[in-house]
């Protein structure tokens, strides 16, 4: 698998960290399933970092994890998702895909995975 399949993997367990740090609130077992996907994830994010430069890495890892637990909210938790969120939503999702054109390879990477 190249970096941004490591990436997008790390950010689908952040989804899942955050949302069973919510769901732990009202039921003590999520915390286990919080542990399982913040280990994974970061597991995932470190293995990206071979090959995707820091910045770009982290941005859109919280960006996957912001944008998912938005709808997260939205859809588990009856939270509000007003216009301005969609907007602002948007956005966050147009930053996250530019990043991903413009972010570039570690100088670490091994040359293979450079050209991918």
């Not at 919080?34 to 890892?61: H, N, Q």
């Not at 939503?89 to 050209?115: D, F, H, Q």
Request: glycine share 10%; hydrophobic share 55%.
């Amino acid at each position: 698998m190249t970096g941004w399949h490591w990436l997008v993997l790390a950010g689908l367990l952040e989804i899942g960290f955050a949302t069973a740090l919510k769901l732990e609130q009202t039921q003590p077992a999520f915390f286990y399933v919080f542990l399982v996907c913040a280990y994974f994830s970061f597991d995932f994010l470190s293995r990206a970092l071979k090959t995707i430069p820091l910045g770009t890495a982290y941005a859109i890892w919280t960006g996957i994890g912001a944008v998912g637990a938005v709808f997260a909210g939205t859809v588990l938790f009856e939270e509000s998702l007003s216009p301005a969120r969609l907007v602002l939503i948007g956005l966050l999702i147009t930053a996250l895909i530019g990043l991903k054109l413009a972010g570039g390879n570690s100088k670490n990477a091994p040359e293979k995975e450079r050209s991918a």
